[in-house]
């Protein structure tokens, strides 16, 4: 069966400060792994995908994603954050089912 | 192109109350499924349709029955409403092909139970 971990409920973080929420996953083979993003009274909009090759892949807004084998995570991240990434954020895995498991979110505040 | 499209967006109930969900996509995609949200617990899956004519239970169906009425539109309905079913539900569709596990979703229908 597949899971996802994402350690962190919330993360605070200073506008122009760097951004890294956390995903592990459980799963037998190479999974196909995405990150969404949900902003307040929303519904969830894709920010990236891996499904095989670069393990570094790029989204929308700025964001990108590191697939680590060796630590089953997928870790996304973005340089600079901006007031308007407030929001809260899935990390989601699949096996081929096309079902997606996902984490419980983590919730992104960021100070001015 | 609206997408994924949901109404309500917001309803009240009252226990014991029935009602229906609905949602409909634009997108010819052939996959269709409802999640509901609730705080600390992520999404999770109620049910889904791989194809037009089939449905299929998720995690957690019990209490909720599907429809899906043709390639664009899936229902979800609530035949005995309780309170434990105050959420809120999404519906999500995927294209067929390479794309199938990207997810496009819906802004959500907001479900209070009294």
């Known amino acids: 069966a597949q899971s996802v971990t994402q350690p962190d409920i919330h993360i605070t973080v200073s506008e122009g400060a760097s951004l890294e929420l956390r995903c592990n996953y459980s799963?037998?083979?190479?999974?196909?792994l995405f990150w969404y993003v949900q902003s307040p009274g929303q519904g969830l909009q894709l920010l990236l995908k891996?499904?095989?090759?670069?393990?570094l892949v790029q989204g929308i807004k700025g964001f990108e994603a590191e697939f680590k084998r060796s630590q089953s995570s997928f870790n996304l991240r973005k340089p600079s954050v901006h007031w308007s990434d407030a929001a809260e954020y899935f990390c989601?895995?699949?096996?081929?089912?096309?079902?997606?498991?996902f984490g419980r979110g983590t919730s992104l505040i960021v100070h001015p | 192109n609206a997408g994924v499209t949901q109404t309500p967006k917001f309803q009240v109930l009252k226990t014991g109350q029935s009602m229906t969900l609905q949602c409909a996509q634009d997108?010819?995609?052939?996959?269709m499924y409802w999640y509901r949200q609730d705080p600390g617990m992520g999404l999770r899956l109620i049910y889904y349709?791989?194809?037009?004519?089939?449905?299929d239970k998720g995690e957690v169906p019990n209490g909720y029955n599907v429809s899906r009425l043709n390639k664009r539109e899936f229902s979800l309905r609530l035949e005995s409403a309780a309170p434990s079913q105050t959420s809120v539900y999404f519906c999500?569709?995927?294209?067929?092909?390479?794309?199938?596990?990207?997810?496009?979703f819906g802004p959500g229908t907001r479900l209070t139970v009294t």
């Open positions: 999500a569709s995927s294209a067929p092909g390479p794309q199938a596990y990207e997810q496009y």
């Open positions: 799963y037998g083979a190479t999974p196909y």
């Open positions: 891996y499904f095989s090759g670069d393990t």
């Open positions: 989601a895995v699949e096996g081929g089912s096309y079902i997606p498991t």
């Open positions: 997108m010819n995609h052939n996959s």
């Open positions: 349709s791989a194809s037009e004519g089939t449905t």
